[in-house]
């Protein structure tokens, strides 16, 4: 198991250009960042990584893409909560 402490990686979309993106995790869980570090994840609807807003632990889509810049009152470097990162990384270990 080998783990990324904010390498930046570029990420092909489905629906947009390339993006490159600051990587946090390992094969089992990963947080993905903008360069100036706002959270996004991967919205499989729209085809394009967006901004991501935290509720009740979890990440979830603002609906708003990359080239558009963050959403008004999005704080830089969210975090899911333990709970759910830990659920998150055992589901996909018992997938392996």
Do not use: C
Not at 35 to 50: K, P, T
């Amino acid at each position: 198991m080998s783990a990324i402490f904010g390498e930046l990686l570029t990420f092909s979309q489905e629906k947009g250009p390339d993006v490159r993106l600051r990587v946090y995790g390992d094969e089992f869980y990963a947080r993905y960042e903008t360069a100036d570090g706002y959270s996004v994840i991967y919205d499989l609807s729209l085809g394009r990584f967006v901004y991501a807003l935290l509720r009740d632990g979890h990440f979830i889509s603002s609906d708003v893409d990359l080239s558009m810049g963050p959403p008004p009152g999005v704080s830089p470097h969210l975090e899911e909560s333990d709970e759910t990162r830990s659920a998150k990384a055992e589901n996909r270990f018992s997938r392996r």
